[in-house]
């Protein structure tokens, strides 16, 4: 026993997160995760609206008021983007799946791309709900 | 002599290791989220016509069309089924404690294809305006 717990003591550790240096792939990486989870959550008001709209006319009124009011709008403005970034990113993915953009530089270039058109889409869907497109 | 030792290793690992379908999980992920990319996009655009002055009305006339319920249709089922499959793999990573794992594995289940059949229901009754 003894023996045993010197020999693991001995081994190189691997570094934690907590001193890595910030990588935007990293970061990637666990936002697919996040946007996806929140994604998920955000099915549970689509399966609402669309319930409601076949079944209660009170709560269908009552479910618009609340998207159109400030923390709706927030609400929306944070899911449209969680949407096109984890479409966006997914796509990356299945780059990945095919073998294509492995090389570091490309991963790089992928990933800024991906932040890049998830936020211009976002901008165009809500330049667009605003009437400005 | 503890009996622990008389087992043989095979027996120590019987059903605690894969349960030999993770390829066909990767494979439903992939699959799903092919499909999303044109679908989702879709649904996402033609929201931005319906949601601004949104009346059931409207979304039933929208959907009246067999195009655009079909559409949903597969969305949704494409949808909950990438979703079932993504939140199992986040509580298989995160949750360890077997009772608290599976229930959330169990919840997820019932959760993912119970939003399922909802909104497919709903688009069904929307379609033929049943009592609209």
């Known amino acids: ?133 | 002599m503890n009996r622990s030792e008389l087992r043989t290793p095979l027996a120590k690992v019987r059903g605690l290791g894969s349960a030999k379908d993770g390829t066909e999980h990767f494979i439903w992920q992939r699959i799903t989220a092919i499909v999303l990319i044109p679908l989702t996009l879709w649904f996402v655009w033609s929201l931005l016509d319906l949601a601004v002055h949104s009346d059931q009305i409207k979304i039933a006339l929208w959907l009246s069309s067999g195009f655009n319920a079909t559409a949903l249709i597969v969305m949704l089922i494409a949808l909950f089924y990438h979703a079932k499959l993504g939140l199992q793999v986040i509580i298989e990573d995160y949750i360890h404690a077997p009772l608290y794992k599976y229930s959330c594995l169990l919840l997820n289940i019932v959760l993912m294809y119970g939003f399922a059949a909802i909104s497919v229901l709903a688009v069904l009754k929307l379609h033929f305006r049943v009592g609209l």
């Open chain 1, 1 to 133: 026993m003894t023996q045993k717990s010197t020999l693991s003591s001995e081994r190189p550790l691997s570094p934690h997160l907590g001193i890595y240096r910030w990588q935007l792939t990293m970061t990637m990486s666990i936002l697919h995760r996040m946007t996806g989870a929140a994604l998920a959550v955000g099915t549970a008001l689509l399966v609402g609206w669309l319930w409601a709209a076949a079944y209660n006319a009170s709560c269908f009124a009552g479910i618009h008021v609340f998207l159109i009011s400030p923390l709706g709008k927030l609400m929306l403005m944070g899911w449209s983007f969680a949407f096109y970034f984890h479409l966006c990113n997914g796509v990356r993915h299945l780059g990945w799946d095919i073998g294509k953009g492995f090389e570091i530089p490309d991963a790089y270039r992928s990933g800024w791309a991906v932040v890049a058109v998830s936020l211009v889409l976002t901008l165009l869907t809500w330049a667009k709900l605003w009437g400005l497109l």
